[in-house]
């Protein structure tokens, strides 16, 4: 059957007759006449049953303690128009199980002459509602049509992230919001959080003021500057919370600290003169001086405690690229212990891997050709952003206006993006694509970057390799472009789609 969607897809995608720039004519219901069903990430196991039912008006029977997936169900129904009635001819029962397969994230659904969700937890059963949400249509219709299947899933990796820069151009809350809000449709639970660059310091920190003032006011050229409050990451955490997304903040240390310098100009070597704010692109120039341990150890740990008193993410990221300094090595390591006192996990970009850090340190890879085996050989997990293929400030195609392409000058195409096999690299921890900001200075440009691109990242970490197929993809993107709309995605329009 996956032979044959395969055919008839590639048939139209290509050129069957003159069909040539023609997107794929599924619907969904010819869609589930192939037996694949329209979900990104695609679930792990789907098995159909004969028939269909037919949702009109429904009963929820939800288990007690069940909040955060009670919440999405009754969201979902009300937005499709679904009447919640106790004599109702449909139920959905939510339920917690107790499946060790479904893990801390995992669920089943099965659509009978009832919906029953089942997981361990909430989270699960918040992801079999979005599951469920993307078999539904995105606007109301009078009555609708759900294939009768069994579906059980969990993710292969328990890190699915997204980073955003906002410290090159600031991203409001009101962004970081929606963005939470559309990672967890798509079952994407890590956002990253780039809080501090050369360009700009975008986080409240008490007895710093000067951070926020001096750092927060500056920004890359043509973007936006600002910062967040105490208050609103406060805000921004329990928002996440809530969408079972997980804030990991970084402050980037050593090097990239502009900012900070401008604000505090004690935090440079005492021969360094330029000590203004900076709005170029350029990387790599700026550090704390390491030789002064008195000024910049006791700066880090205050930084770093109020990051870990504001969130409560277990890791807590502390930058560590793209800087050369002979006590490079062991700042990182005293950075990494610092976080670990005060009782977290350290994550540093591949170059912290020089380091004599504990092996529970996590290590962003992000360059393709770092050779990162000997930081393995000690145990180290990774975390997989490989610029060629994650690097979503580099183009959606070759030339694109405003993009980088120093990794990739192709770009990195949707195509090229769902190529990463995560399952070729080892101790991974999991996969998180990456949008620096030196070219993105508006939501809309954001958007246009992100997405499509980011359901590639949600499938890598979701989906199991054999379910992976990147025509079949398409396909599921294709029919799922009334919920990005839904979600008032400006994404880019993919010709590969015909969008
Ligand atoms: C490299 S990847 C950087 C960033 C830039 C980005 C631009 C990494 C850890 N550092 O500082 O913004 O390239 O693509």
Known sequence: MKILITLLFTCLLISCGDKTSQSPQLDKQELLHSELLSIIPYPQTVKFHSGNLQLKDVKVDAAEGINTSLLALNNLLQTLEVIQSNSASSQIILSITDLPELGSEGYRIDIQNQIVLKANTDTGLFYAVQTLSQLLPSQTQGSYTLPKVSIIDSPTFSWRGNMLDVARSFLPVEYIKAHIDRMARFKLNRLHLHLTDDQGWRIEIEGYPKLTEVGGASAVEGGRNGFYSQAEIRELVSYAQARHVTLVPEVDLPGHTQAAIAAYNKL?????????PYSGVKVGFSKL??????????????ILSQIVSLFPSEYIHIGG?????????????RATRIVEDLGRTAIAWEEGSVADNKTDVLLQLWNDKYDIQPA?????????SPCTYSYFDHGNFAGQPNTYDWCRKEGVPLARAYQLNPQ???????????????????????????WPR??????????????????????????????LDSLNIEYYKEPELNW
């Open 376 to 384: 393995l050989d000690r145990g180290h997990q990774i975390i997989l």
């Open 424 to 450: 070729k690299y080892k101790q991974v921890k999991g996969v998180e694509s990456a949008m620096w900001s030196e070219l993105v200075h508006t939501d809309s440009t954001a958007d246009n970057r992100l």
């Open 321 to 333: 690229d793209e800087i050369k300094d002979p006590l490079y090595p062991q700042f990182i390591a």
């Open 268 to 276: 440079a070597c005492d021969d360094v003169t330029n000590l203004s």
């Open 454 to 483: 980011l359901l590639v990242t949600a499938e890598l970490g979701w989906s199991q390799e054999k379910n992976r197929n990147y025509q079949q993809f398409l396909t599921r993107l294709d029919l799922l472009r009334p919920l």
């Open 289 to 302: 001086c390491l030789t002064k341990p008195d000024i910049t150890y006791p700066f880090v740990k205050d």
